[in-house]
C-alpha cells in the first residue's frame, strides 16, 4: 500500500476544501518554483527523464522523450494544452483534480512550458464542468495576483499566460487534432492533412493534467524517490478510480503495479456479493478490453502488466461488473454511446458504429442469430484496421475484449 508520505496527490478527496493557494502552499505547492526556474532547464529536463515519468494519458509515452521531440520543432512561438475532456463512460478523476488539486496542476503547466521553452497554455476544460472550470479560474487569479503567472514570474524573467477553453463536449476532442480544430473555432474533427500538430499554426504539447500534477513533487523529492514507486518500466504512482459492482466506488492513488484485487478489496470495499460474484472488470474506462474473474485475481495495475492480458491501463478508471449485472446490455450501451460519439469523417467509424450498435441491439433482445456474432466480429476487426483516430478504435476494442471471454453470453440470446 502507497505509504502517507508518498502521496503527491494531498487532497484529492477534498480534506482540505477546494483549490486554494493559501491551503495548497501550506500542502506543499509551489514551494520551490523559484529555485527550479533560475536552474537551466535541461536539468530539470534530466531529472524528468530519470524519474522515469510516463504520460498518464491513453498512450503512456517517457514525457521526457517527448519533452525533447517537442524543443527540436523549430518555431519562436509554442503552445502547451492541457486536455481535460474526460468523458469516458467509467472514468472519474477530472472533476476532483480541477476541484481540489488546481494548484498542483498549475505548477506542473509552468514547470513544463519553462522546460519546452512555451510562454503560452491553455487549459481545455469540457463544457459539463462548469463548477469545477470556476474554482480553475479562480485558481488562476491567485496565482498571477501572487506573481506565479503571468509576466517576469517571481523576477526570474520567466512568463506563461495560461487561459482556459471550455469545450462543448465532443468525446472526439480528445483526439488532439480535433481538440485544435475546437480551439480554433472549427468543427471538431480529427485532422490528418497537416502531419505534425499545430494549434494556431504552431507547434504545440498535449499533456494529461495528473502528468502535469507530478512534476513538482518528482522536482521536490527527486527521481529517485519517484522511481522507487511502482515496478521496473512503471515507475511512479496513479490515481485510479473504481466504480461499478462495489461497496464503496472511490478514486485513490496508488503504485503503479498495485494488484487489482487489493484496489477493489482494500479501498473499494470489495465486490458486492463477495469475490465469487465477480464477473469481470473493465480496467481503464469503457474503451479498455474487459479481465474475466480469474485473470483479476492476480492481474497488476500497469502498463506492461495489463498489456501482457492483451487489455490496457488506460485511463486508470476500473469498472467492477458482478455477476448480477447484464453484461451484454452494458456492451450494448457503450456501443450506443461510441455510435452517438463518432465525429463521422470516415466511413468505417461512422456506419460501422451504428452497424455494431444495431447488431448488438438485435442480439441482446433475442432477435440474433449466431452467424451474426461472425459479423459483430469482423465489423470490429475492420473498424480497428481503418479508423482514422482512436476513438474509431476505441469504439470496437471493449467488444473485442468482450467477445474473447464472454462471447458465449450473446451466444445463450441468439434465437438461431
Ligand atoms: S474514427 Fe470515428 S471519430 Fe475518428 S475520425 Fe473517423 S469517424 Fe471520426
Not at 477534498?14 to 483549490?19: H, L
Not at 492480458?309 to 455477476?323: A, E, F, H
Not at 458504429?353 to 442469430?369: A, E, P, V
Request: with cysteine; aromatic share 8%.
Amino acid at each position: 500500500m502507497l505509504k502517507e508520505s508518498d502521496r503527491i496527490f494531498t487532497n484529492i478527496r477534498g480534506e482540505f476544501g477546494d483549490s486554494d493557494l493559501a491551503s495548497a502552499r501550506m500542502r506543499g505547492c509551489w514551494k520551490n518554483t523559484s529555485e527550479y526556474l533560475k536552474k537551466p532547464p535541461r536539468e530539470l529536463l534530466e531529472e524528468i527523464d530519470r524519474s522515469g515519468l510516463r504520460g498518464r494519458g491513453m498512450f503512456a509515452q517517457k514525457t521526457a522523450e517527448k519533452w525533447l521531440g517537442f524543443i527540436k520543432r523549430p518555431s519562436a512561438f509554442k503552445y502547451l494544452v492541457v486536455s481535460v475532456n474526460e468523458s469516458e463512460p467509467g472514468t472519474c478523476k477530472a472533476r476532483s483534480l480541477l476541484r481540489y488539486e488546481a494548484h498542483r496542476l498549475l505548477e506542473g503547466c509552468l514547470i513544463a512550458s519553462y522546460i519546452c521553452g512555451i510562454r503560452r497554455a491553455y487549459i481545455y476544460v469540457r463544457g459539463a464542468f462548469r463548477e469545477e472550470t470556476e474554482i480553475l479560474e479562480r485558481a488562476i487569479n491567485q496565482a498571477r495576483e501572487a506573481g506565479l503567472l503571468g509576466m517576469n514570474i517571481l523576477r526570474t524573467g520567466v512568463d506563461l499566460h495560461l487561459f482556459v477553453h471550455r469545450g462543448a463536449d465532443a468525446y472526439v476532442c480528445r483526439t488532439d487534432s480535433a481538440m485544435f480544430r475546437a480551439m480554433e473555432g472549427r468543427r471538431p474533427m480529427p485532422d490528418f492533412t497537416c502531419g505534425q500538430d499545430t494549434l494556431f499554426g504552431a507547434p504545440v504539447l498535449v499533456h494529461n493534467m495528473e502528468t502535469l500534477c507530478m512534476l513538482p513533487s518528482i522536482l521536490e523529492r527527486g527521481a529517485e524517490w519517484f522511481s522507487s514507486l511502482g515496478r521496473s518500466g512503471n515507475e511512479g504512482v496513479r490515481l485510479f478510480s473504481v466504480s461499478g459492482d462495489v461497496e464503496n466506488p472511490c478514486l485513490v492513488e496508488e503504485t503503479l503495479g498495485v494488484p487489482m484485487r487489493d484496489l477493489i478489496d482494500n479501498y473499494a470495499g470489495g465486490v458486492k456479493g463477495g469475490w465469487s460474484n465477480l464477473q469481470a472488470v473493465i480496467p481503464g474506462g469503457i474503451s479498455m478490453p474487459c479481465l474475466s474473474r480469474e485473470i483479476c485475481e492476480h492481474v497488476r495495475m500497469d502498463y506492461d502488466s495489463l498489456g501482457a492480458v492483451s487489455s490496457g491501463l488506460g485511463t486508470g478508471g476500473l469498472i467492477v461488473v458482478g455477476k448480477t449485472t447484464d453484461f451484454v446490455e452494458l456492451i450494448r450501451r457503450a456501443a450506443l454511446f461510441f455510435k452517438n460519439e463518432s465525429c463521422g469523417e470516415c466511413a468505417v467509424c461512422r456506419e460501422g458504429s451504428r452497424l455494431i450498435y444495431d447488431l448488438l441491439d438485435l442480439i441482446s433482445t433475442g432477435k440474433g442469430k449466431r452467424t451474426d456474432i461472425d459479423v459483430l466480429e469482423r465489423l470490429c476487426e475492420e473498424t480497428s484496421d481503418t479508423a482514422l483516430c482512436p476513438v474509431g478504435v476505441s469504439g470496437v476494442r471493449f467488444i473485442s475484449g468482450f467477445l474473447r471471454h464472454f462471447r458465449f453470453l450473446l451466444e445463450e440470446r441468439c434465437s438461431g
